[in-house]
């Protein structure tokens, strides 16, 4: 059964920084690509970013570049979002995400709670 578990989420002050990780199980994590995705309240889900397989390739949405980053280890296989100087609109639901294919993502996680104040 495969299984990602987002944890590292919480309250954070505008500019600051959490670090966000996503634990798997259940599958061969080193041949998959993974990725962020956040969801507002009243609004749809957003692709936050991604890394391939090899951790050779990133990918951001415009309104994170240079603020966030993603990495994992696939020894662990686990994957990371760092992110830094923090907004109130990054106050979201953020999920990772694993697929074969770098645009197709076929496993989900919970999901864990990022509120930015002002």
Request: net charge positive.
């Amino acid at each position: 059964q495969v299984q990602l578990v987002e944890s590292g989420g919480g309250l954070a002050q505008a500019g600051g920084s959490l670090r966000l990780s996503c634990a798997t199980s259940g599958l061969t994590f080193s041949r998959y690509h993974m990725a962020w995705f956040r969801q507002a309240p009243g609004k749809e889900r957003e692709f936050v970013g991604n890394i391939n397989w090899s951790a050779g390739l990133t990918s951001y949405a415009e309104f994170v570049k240079g603020r966030f980053t993603i990495s994992r280890d696939n020894a662990e296989k686990t994957v990371y979002l760092q992110m830094n100087s923090l907004k109130p609109e990054d106050t979201a639901v953020y999920y990772c995400a694993a697929g074969l294919d770098i645009y197709k993502y076929y496993y989900w996680g919970q999901g864990t709670q990022v509120t930015v104040s002002s």
